[in-house]
């Protein structure tokens, strides 16, 4: 008998669930845009939710199909269609999906915190004139955000890719009579275009270079080895436009400005896209192209640095900011900078664990600040709060979760998943222990900004009347947030059983590693059990004193956080409150450029070269008109002549000329 | 059988009729009496058409002249309806004075 492959994940089951999640949100977007102008709200309350909970569903079954595959087949590959096919040699596009644990992470993420999220958004837009609009938009980036992540074949992978650009840039605009919300939007999508841009030309390039050229994945990365030579200039310059696309999407330095701005959607659109989801995109391009990043070290160098990098940027630029939302946006920035250098070091498992668990805490914080901007009528200033723990008890409840969380407070979500990355980057990625230090000051900075905003919320004076009057939010917004509560406190035990290297079992290492083996990838070695151990104390330690800083500065006030400021250098506390003036230099390098380019095209030579032609064409045909408008006359006589010297003419010519 | 002689004959009948036909279309300035000059003209071409199928002993020339009646019957139908039109506006019925298309 001869030995068959390993029994996979069967392929019809498969088939089948990546169907059904692509045709749930697709199925919401459209009835919500169809039919829910005419059937009104509550069947958009119920709709948009209801297929994000249905996609839900299908991921948890395709969950458990992975966990009971073989080891060795934990990746399934089904082509639902063909959908471009130009021969044996031509251009081959099918529309391929791939379950692999990597794939059924982010779907599972996607659609649990998701359907979270869609679940709270019922309550916070109770009040929106088109309920319809704001959910058709919300499934139709649940569906694109699922087809970047199940695709196999690089252009489905493209228009996913693309298209979470598009609903991100619809429900940025969502407020489209507020003139900032559509400068916001139309920012975000100008910054993704020139991600996509570099990620199609590495497309591109990849294709040409190919040995066996090929759309599909698996077959990139199984010939990618053949194809390109260890550390060579050419896989170099692809890996570093990968990395250029990813940091567009997932808003790094230098392609980062989008970020803030875009926190002018409504709250649950940067909970979803903004905070969870789409900005994470760039850290599962890296992952899923990581064969092609471990044959590059150079460019895997500059995703570490440019990830930790932004990480200490965003996080300095988060202690003054007073918009609670944008405090949150540069806490996300920083935070995805963390996963972007793990995953720039080669810890892929350990990017995606902090993805998986920050994408739970930053939700949860993003729907807390969206209750108390809703509690105070959308005030989202945060000198003009305090106090608010008076009247918002639940809320603050899971706002401190969240926090904590988000600060890697020992036990809760962020404390494992910090860690473990940090923990990974003592060891390897450029200058390897330094890179460690700073990202301990990225923890001191977190706990810091972390709980000043907790602190000057929550606690303290209220500053305006307005606290007093604030109620606390309804349930149908009160519930997703306990959820992702508990979720951010649970999580970090629920994925992780323990540390690696101190104790117990990595459980999603181990889900996800045969992702980052295959191809002949090889995973980064782990610290040893004391130097494990001596980080986590070091790290724990940075978060811990972030934290008390915190409390010192902003809530007992001894000393005053105004005075600490005075007492740094002045630049810093300029840049940070300038955000390190990169809007500024865009403006005067780019925005500002281009404006009096189409000025000056508008005033001079539009009028003078291209008017001139365009008109004398115009001209030319008029008075052409003119001559040839003499033969209408109208009178029946006149054309029954013309048509029968014509006739006679025609036979003339055939008798005589043609005989 | 007919004789030889007659084909060119017959020809010759068509033509006289087509030449009738072709200037009572363009002198008249009834519509009614230039319809009845189309029709003449069809039915010489109809006449040339039989004449040359029998010359040639095919039966192309009667098919032609069947589907030449029946769009002569459709421009009938339709030219004496927007004759018909006219007058019951009100408006005389000459052709020269149709001329609003112009426009």
Known sequence: ?659 | MIDIQVFPLLLGLSAAMFTIGSVGVLVRRNPLVVLMSIELMLNAVNLAFVDYGRFLNSEDGQIFTLVVIVVAAAEAVVGLALVSQVYRAGRELDIDDLSEMRE
């Open chain 1, 1 to 659: 008998m001869i030995p068959g492959p390993p029994p996979g994940m069967n392929t019809t089951l498969a088939g089948t669930l990546a169907v059904l999640l692509f045709a749930f949100p697709l199925a919401g977007c459209l009835g919500n845009a169809l039919l829910g102008p005419r059937l009104g709200r509550r069947f958009c309350n119920i709709v948009g939710p209801g297929v994000v909970l249905a996609g839900f569903v299908c991921a948890v079954i395709a969950l458990v199909a992975v966990l009971g595959a073989h080891e060795d087949a934990k990746s399934t590959t089904v082509t639902l269609w063909s959908w471009i096919d130009l021969g044996v040699h031509g251009l081959k596009v099918n529309v391929d999906i791939t379950f692999d644990p990597l794939s059924v992470l982010m779907c599972l993420v996607i659609t649990g915190v998701g359907f979270l999220i869609h679940w709270y958004s019922v309550g916070y837009m109770e009040h929106d004139e088109s309920p319809w609009r704001f959910f058709s938009y919300m499934n139709l980036f649940i569906f694109s955000m699922l087809l970047l992540v199940l695709a196999a074949d690089l252009v489905i992978l493209i228009i996913g890719w693309a298209m979470v650009a598009l609903s991100s840039y619809l429900l940025i605009g969502y407020y489209y009579d507020r003139p900032s919300a559509v400068a916001a939007a139309r920012k975000a999508f100008i910054t993704q275009v020139i991600g996509d841009v570099a990620l199609y030309i590495a497309a591109f390039m990849i294709v040409t270079n190919l040995k066996v050229p090929s759309l599909q994945l698996p077959t990139i990365f199984a010939n990618a080895g053949d194809s390109f030579t260890q550390g060579g200039g050419l896989i170099t310059g692809i890996c570093v436009l990968l990395a250029i696309g990813a940091f567009a999407k997932s808003a790094q330095f230098p392609l980062h400005t989008w970020l803030p701005d875009a926190m002018e959607g409504p709250t649950p659109v940067s909970a979803l896209i903004h905070a969870a989801t789409m900005v994470t995109a760039g850290v599962y391009l890296i992952a899923r192209f990581h064969t092609l990043f471990d044959l590059a070290p150079i460019a895997q160098g500059v995703v570490a640095c440019v990830g930790m990098g932004t990480a200490v940027m965003a996080g300095i630029i988060a202690l003054s900011q007073i918009d609670i939302k944008r405090v949150i946006a540069y806490s996300t920035m920083s935070q995805i900078g963390l996963m972007i250098f793990a995953v720039g070091i080669g810890a892929y498992s350990a990017g995606m664990f902090h993805f998986a668990t920050h994408a739970v805490f930053k939700a949860l914080l993003f729907m807390a600040a969206g209750n108390v901007i809703h509690a105070l009528h959308d005030e989202q200033d945060i000198r003009l709060m305090g106090g608010l723990g008076i009247t918002m008890r639940r809320t603050e409840l899971c706002f401190l979760s969240g926090s904590l969380a988000l600060a890697g407070i020992p036990i809760w979500a962020g404390f494992f998943s910090k860690e473990e990355l940090l923990g990974l980057g003592s060891l390897h990625g450029p200058w390897a222990p330094t890179l460690y230090a700073v990202g301990v000051g990225v923890n001191i900075l977190t706990g810091i900004y972390a709980f000043r905003l907790f602190y000057t919320v929550f606690r303290g004076t209220p500053q305006t009347a307005r606290t007093y009057a604030a109620h606390e939010a309804p349930p149908s917004m009160l519930m997703p947030v306990a959820i992702l509560a508990i979720g951010s406190f649970v999580a970090g035990w629920a994925l992780l059983l323990g540390i690696p290297g101190v104790v117990g079992r990595f459980f999603l290492a181990d889900f996800l590693d045969p992702v980052f083996t295959a191809n002949g990838g090889h995973l980064i070695s782990e610290p040893s059990q004391g130097a494990a151990l001596a980080t986590v104390l070091i790290g724990t330690a940075g978060s811990l004193i972030g934290a008390g800083l915190a409390r010192q500065w902003w809530y007992q006030r001894k000393p005053d956080a105004q005075a600490v400021a005075g007492r740094v250098p002045r630049l810093l506390t300029q840049l940070s409150l300038h955000k390190f003036y990169f809007d500024e230099l865009y403006d005067a390098l780019f925005v500002k450029p281009t404006r009096r380019l189409a000025r000056e095209l508008r005033t001079v030579v539009e009028p003078e070269y291209a008017d001139g032609w365009v008109e004398s064409i115009g001209r030319a045909a008029t008075s052409l008109s003119e001559t040839f408008r003499m033969l209408q006359t109208g009178r029946l006589r006149d054309y029954a002549t013309g048509m029968l010297v014509a006739a006679s003419a025609f036979v003339v010519v055939l008798a005589v000329i043609v005989r």
